[in-house]
Each structure stands twice: as C-alpha cells, then as structure tokens.
Nanobody, 118 residues
Framework: QVQLVESGGGLVQAGGSLTLSCAAS????????MAWYRQVPGKQRDLVAA???????NYADSVKGRFTISRDNAKNTVYLRMNSLKPEDTAVYYC????????????WGQGTQVTVSS
C-alpha cells in the first residue's frame, strides 16, 4: 500500500510561482511512475506531468516550459515547480503513483488547491 500526501498549494498572483510536494510512504521505489494531475469542478482530471524510471518526464502541452516535475528518491518525494502561473492553472492538483513503471492512477493523494488570481 502507498500513501501520498500533497502540500504547497495556495493563492498566488498571475506570473508567480509555487512548488508542490508529494510525500510518498509505503511500498514505493524509484522506478514507480509518479505524476501530477489537476482537476477543476465539472471537468475530468487531466495529466499535468509525469516522471518515470530513469528520470524521463512528460508534460501537458499547456504547461511545457513553465512547470518542472522532479523527484528526490532518498526522500520519496515528488515535486512540481510551477512558474509563470496563469489563472487557467487554477485547479485542485493531485499526486498519483503507479504500482510499477506503468501509467499512474493506482494511488492518489487527497489533493491541494492552487488558485491563481489575475
């Protein structure tokens, strides 16, 4: 079993930055795929960024060049650095993990709210 706890959300002005953290506990290893998703009310939960074994990353087109996903395997923590934030980035951000090297979604955190004011 894996537990994920997000932190770092909050209110920020457009153009500002935030860093989200996701602390993982339980049976998780450096090769488990980890990801950040986001969701706004009434819409589906969308992938923002993922990091795989070997440090390979992928991003949603809407955040490329502005967001960076990283992980500290010694701390079992995944980060999402968000720069140049826009009001349309406002959402609840969720951390997710895969049981192995596959697609995340097996485990979820409780979510953290990010609000970007214009």
């Amino acid at each position: 079993q894996v537990q994920l706890v997000e932190s770092g959300g909050g209110l920020v002005q457009a153009g500002g930055s935030l860093t989200l953290s996701c602390a993982a506990s339980g049976t998780i290893f450096s090769w488990n795929t980890m990801a950040w998703y986001r969701q706004v009310p009434g819409k589906q939960r969308d992938l923002v960024a993922a990091i795989r074994a070997g440090g390979y990353t992928n991003y949603a087109d809407s955040v490329k060049g502005r967001f960076t996903i990283s992980r500290d395997n010694a701390k079992n923590t995944v980060y999402l650095r968000m720069n140049s934030l826009k009001p349309e980035d406002t959402a609840v951000y969720y951390c997710s993990a895969a049981r192995g090297r596959g697609t995340p979604g097996d485990y979820w955190g409780q979510g953290t709210q990010v609000t970007v004011s214009s």
